[in-house]
């Protein structure tokens, strides 16, 4: 038995359990992506029933601390890193989000390819339906977990470069910025909502078919009220959480 319980505490067992846990994920002795041992070893760890244990990995697995991972058992997540959605005006990128959680932002490109413009894309461009646009999808890492598929939609006029130049472990803005001089400083429209991983998400971004996603589609402007780009994001949702 590795670990003797406070039988006199008043905290339940499996709470002692779990906070055991937890400080065995956060002082790294569980590192992340690493599996946790079962819950016959755990239960024979704590000298505690099985329910015990799967109630304490439950409520882990809800603060987003372990994910179960269907015929491979029980794993450590990435701490989840928390972003601000601040009004239309004001613009949190998600390298600025990386670093304001102590992070390091990276990314990978996935592929770069002239589109062309559904209903709603059309409509928030100005442009007819079936106009080519350029898309760019990344995989955006937190301290190297992928936490991010991002899908950013461009009016091929004048962001012609991005066919070409690195995009790779850089803030895609700013790389438009120092091109153009363009920011983007308001979001408009912005609509998040909750989506199942499809097979393109999954791979991507290393969760299992049909797991819980935040989707994320939203509109950049610029200074002058231009419009930017069009984003639809998809965000693991036991890596990531919105702070509104």
């Keep these: 038995m590795r670990s003797q319980l406070d039988g006199s ?3 339940p067992l499996y709470q002692q359990v779990l906070d055991l846990i937890k400080s065995d994920i956060e002082r790294g002795t569980y590192p992340i992506d690493s599996q946790i041992p079962t819950e016959l ?6 000298g505690v029933g099985r329910v015990t244990v799967r109630r304490a990995i439950e ?3 809800g603060e987003g601390y372990l994910t179960k991972r269907q015929g491979r058992g029980t794993f450590v997540t990435a701490t989840k890193m928390i972003r601000k959605v601040h009004q239309k005006d004001d613009v949190q ?5 990386c670093t304001a959680n102590g992070m390091h932002a990276g990314a990978r490109v996935v592929s770069r390819k002239t589109v062309k413009a559904d209903v709603e894309l059309a409509a928030f461009f100005g442009v007819d339906e079936g106009a080519d646009l350029l898309l760019v999808s990344r995989v955006r890492t937190a301290d190297g977990v992928p936490v991010l598929f991002e899908n950013n939609y461009y009016p091929e006029d004048g962001f012609e470069f991005l066919k070409d130049v690195c995009l790779s472990n850089c803030s895609i803005f700013e790389v438009v910025g120092e091109r153009t001089g363009k920011y ?5 429209p912005c609509r998040l909502e909750i989506a199942r991983a499809g097979i393109n998400e999954a791979r991507e971004l290393k969760v299992p078919v049909g797991g819980p996603l935040f989707f994320m589609s939203v509109g950049f402007l610029d200074a002058e009220g231009a419009h930017f780009c069009y984003g639809r994001q998809f965000y693991v949702g036991s890596r ?3 702070d509104i």
């Design 9 to 11: 505490s008043s905290a």
């Design 41 to 46: 070893e755990l239960s024979k760890m704590y």
């Design 59 to 61: 409520e882990l697995a």
């Design 93 to 97: 990128s998600f390298t600025q989000a």
């Design 184 to 188: 983007p400083v308001a979001s408009d």
């Design 240 to 242: 990531y959480s919105f």
